[in-house]
Antibody, heavy 125, light 109 residues
Framework: QITLKESGPTLVKPTQTLTLTCTFS??????????VGWFRQPPGKALEWLAL???????RYRPSLKTRLTVTKDTSKNQVVLTMTNTDPVDTAAYYC?????????????????WGQGIMVTVTS | SYVLTQQPSVSVAPGQTARITCGGD??????VHWYQQRPGQAPVLVVY???DRPPGIPERFSGSNSGNTATLTITRVEDGDEADYSC????????????FGGGTKLTVL
């Protein structure tokens, strides 16, 4: 059974760096076929993709946020970490991580099939 | 940039059929995924690869994709289906990556 859980601060001051951790179980994040994505959803607004980290360390970022985002993994801890620099109140949102598999050997391919419960982050002075 | 357009809201009575659309330029050439999101909860994948259902998703949920429109169809709608539904594709052509539609609020009357 695949599970993911987000952790990190729920309150951040503007200009600070936000660091969120996604701790997962039930899959191995070591091949190019397996990825962990990060997303956010401001209150009352649509889902927004932030980053995708594949198990072979290939990284993709939302173009408009690319300069502010960094995603890394710690395979030994089954964790993926998202860092967002220079936060602003508009970054206030629920942040989610999710699992994705692009291999035909997976029961679900290419979509984000399992999501964490999310963490609400508020950026305010 | 690649844009996915969804109706803001759809309303249906219990037992009826709901159709939620997702418009995009030649979206029929892409693989479309659909997510259900109830208030305060994380998204749940209900259809992937245009028309496949993940394990545990009822057969009442189905999808299609052709031309410039993808459609999520929910038959025999139940009160528990009331939620926001979002479509998603991967846009490799413009390097945008993962793209979501704006979401459709399904209200069960």
């Amino acid at each position: 059974q695949i599970t993911l859980k987000e952790s990190g601060p729920t309150l951040v001051k503007p200009t600070q760096t936000l660091t969120l951790t996604c701790t997962f179980s039930g899959f191995s994040h070591t091949t190019s076929a397996v990825g962990v994505g990060w997303f956010r959803q401001p209150p009352g607004k649509a889902l927004e993709w932030l980053a995708l980290l594949s198990g072979d360390d290939d990284k993709r970022y939302r173009p408009s946020l690319k300069t502010r985002l960094t995603v890394t993994k710690d395979t030994s801890k089954n964790q993926v970490v998202l860092t967002m620099t220079n936060t602003d109140p508009v970054d206030t949102a629920a942040y989610y991580c999710a699992h994705r598999c692009s291999s035909t050997r997976c029961s679900v391919t290419d979509a984000f099939d399992v999501w964490g419960q999310g963490i609400m982050v508020t950026v305010t002075s | 940039s690649y844009v996915l357009t969804q109706q803001p809201s759809v309303s249906v009575a219990p037992g009826q059929t709901a159709r939620i659309t997702c418009g995009g330029d030649n979206i029929g050439s892409k693989s479309v995924h659909w997510y259900q999101q109830r208030p305060g909860q994380a998204p749940v994948l209900v259809v992937y690869g245009d028309s496949d259902r993940p394990p545990g998703i009822p057969e009442r949920f189905s999808g299609s994709n052709s031309g410039n429109t993808a459609t999520l169809t929910i038959t025999r709608v139940e009160d528990g289906d009331e939620a926001d539904y979002s479509c998603q594709v991967w846009d490799g052509s413009t390097d945008q990556g993962v793209v979501f539609g704006g979401g459709t609020k399904l209200t069960v009357l």
